[in-house]
């Protein structure tokens, strides 16, 4: 009997991660990920729209959200990573190539040594499958998932020692991958990405954050910083899809600057469990915003 109840319970934590993992197929871990949030942000979407533009893509969560509740004719989704938008159109196109390449990554021992092979190599190799399996291991299996390029443009994140890193998430890559289809993926800086929405398109923006504090870093995704200059320019192509009758939504910290940048549009206030100090081993709760129009 005993050993029934147990049985029972395994199913039933196995049954949970499945149905998590299809509510939420996010396939990496990203600086500033969404996941979290994504309930609070049910409240915040618009009711109608016609088509979806997410402009900072990273993990894609919220696009995966969207996808699932409101089914829109067409989605387009762009980043300035090359390597996440490559291996997104990847998970959407060739998934069960995808697949047995993260498995061979898995079945290898994760210490150092392979991870820095892998590394090496992932610096070196041009675009394609295998490059996505490498993208994908090296962000379960480095320090905190982060994605960082040195100036030469190469990723340099070291190790991150976990025990059991998730390298192979079959359920979330194929419901990913079912997701993303009728998607456009492209490289593009935000500026570019935006001139192609419409009246009544549905505009999500997650740029990086601008800094809590002067010393904060929350910007090094790329060699390209986005610090003031980047967030005032951000506010203007805002207004230009304001006026072209686009439904805007937009993240971001909750700063003085920002709450300046945004007067006259809607804002709201969202709490979101993050590292709140700089090695990112503290983590607490603080406020964000999200800017709406409306
Ligand atoms: C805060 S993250 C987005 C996180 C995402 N919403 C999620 O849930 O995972 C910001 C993203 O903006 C991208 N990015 C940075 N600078 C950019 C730029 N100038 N234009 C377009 N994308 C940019 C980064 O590569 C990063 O993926």
Redesign the pocket.
């Known amino acids: 009997m005993r050993k029934r109840n147990k049985m029972n319970s395994t199913l039933q934590q196995y049954l949970v991660t499945e149905k998590q993992q299809i509510e939420n197929p996010t396939f990496v871990k990203?600086?500033?990920?969404?996941?979290q949030l994504l309930e609070q942000f049910s409240e915040l979407y618009p009711q109608k729209f016609n088509r979806f533009f997410e402009?900072?893509?990273?993990?894609?969560?919220?696009f995966f959200n969207i996808k699932q509740k409101f089914s829109p004719s067409q989605s387009f989704l762009?980043?300035?990573?090359e390597d996440?938008i490559n291996t997104f159109k990847l998970v959407r196109d060739h998934v069960e190539e995808l697949i047995p390449l993260l498995r061979e990554h898995r079945d290898k021992d994760n210490n150092r040594e392979y991870f820095n092979k892998q590394r090496e190599q992932f610096n070196t190799m041009k675009s394609g499958l295998e490059k996505a399996a490498i993208f994908i291991y090296l962000n379960k299996t480095c320090f905190n998932g982060l994605y960082r390029v040195n100036s030469e443009g190469k990723f340099n994140v070291p190790f991150g020692k976990y025990k059991k890193p998730a390298i192979l998430q079959e359920t979330k890559l194929r419901m990913a991958s079912k997701l993303l289809q009728n998607s456009e993926l492209l490289v593009?800086?935000?500026a570019e990405?935006m001139k192609r929405a419409k009246e009544n398109d549905f505009v999500y923006m997650?740029?990086?954050?601008f800094p809590l504090t002067k010393t904060a870093s929350f910007t090094s995704?790329?060699k390209?910083s986005?610090l003031e200059e980047?967030q005032r320019q951000l506010v203007k192509e805002f207004q230009q899809l304001d006026k072209r009758g686009c439904l805007l939504m937009l993240s971001n910290s909750d700063t003085q600057f920002i709450r300046e940048l945004y007067e006259g549009y809607k804002i709201h206030t969202v709490k979101a469990r993050r590292a709140i100090n700089r090695i990112g081993t503290k983590r607490g709760k603080i406020n964000e915003i999200v800017i709406t129009n409306y």
Do not use: C, H, M, R
């Open positions: 990203w600086a500033g990920g969404k996941t402009i900072f893509l990273g993990s894609g969560a919220v762009f980043d300035i990573n996440l593009a800086n935000f990405a997650d740029p990086p954050y995704y790329q390209d986005f980047e």
